[in-house]
Every structure is written in C-alpha cells, then in structure tokens.
Nanobody, 124 residues
Framework: QVQLVESGGGLVQPGGSLRLSCAASGFTLDYYAIGWFRQAPGKEREGVSYISSSSHGGRYYADSVKGRFTISRDNAKNTVYLQMNVLKPEDTASYYC????????????????WGRGTQVTVSS
C-alpha cells in the first residue's frame, strides 16, 4: 500500500527533545517534497518544516521553530525525520507528515500523500 506513517511522538518536558519519523511505503520519498505539519485543538493547521526533493535539497522552517527543529531525510530508509529540540508548551499538537510534488503544493495543502499523525505534548 501507498502509506506514510508517523512515529516518535510522546510527552516531554519543556526544554526537552523528540525525534519524529515519517516512514513511506509503496513509493519513494526521494522524488517528493516532504512537509511536517501540526494542528492543535481549536487552531489552524500550521506548516512546521519542509524539505525539498533530494535533487533540490532545500530546507525550510516556520519562524516559530527556526533554530530548534531540524528536518532531514534518509533515502536508504525511505524516511524523513523531524528533530525537535528546546520544546515549548506551544509546540503541543498532533504532528503529521505529507508528501507532494513540490514545495508550493505542500504550502497550499495540496498533498499527494499524508499520514494520520503522532501526538506531541510538552508540559511540566
């Protein structure tokens, strides 16, 4: 099946770290731009970080996470990661990944594939 599966969420204290994984099956992530998105109850979906296809290699971050989060891909594992450091309570949300043909499609939520999400909760 064509599928994206997120993992790595959990409960962490402010200032802590988590690494989220987005594993693809049924298609090759190398050719896609991948985005991490988050949504908290009562709030709109927010684009957190994007990584372009391997041939481009660009990385983009929302201002709210810049300097704290790092997106990367491991093509051999067909997986994209989001390393989240110095986590804040404001980061609490359901995080999901999505794949699209280019970054503009990701930014406008025109995904080709997306996962069901993983919960991140930051609290003391």
């Amino acid at each position: 099946q064509v599928q994206l599966v997120e993992s790595g969420g959990g409960l962490v204290q402010p200032g802590g770290s988590l690494r989220l994984s987005c594993a693809a099956s049924g298609f090759t992530l190398d050719y896609y731009a991948i985005g991490w998105f988050r949504q908290a109850p009562g709030k709109e979906r927010e684009g957190v970080s994007y990584i372009s296809s391997s041939s481009h290699g660009g990385r983009y971050y929302a201002d709210s996470v810049k300097g704290r989060f790092t997106i990367s891909r491991d093509n051999a594992k067909n997986t994209v990661y989001l390393q989240m450091n110095v986590l804040k309570p404001e980061d609490t949300a359901s995080y999901y990944c999505a794949a699209a043909g280019d970054l503009r499609k990701l930014a406008s939520h025109r995904y080709d594939y997306w996962g069901r999400g993983t919960q991140v909760t930051v609290s003391s």
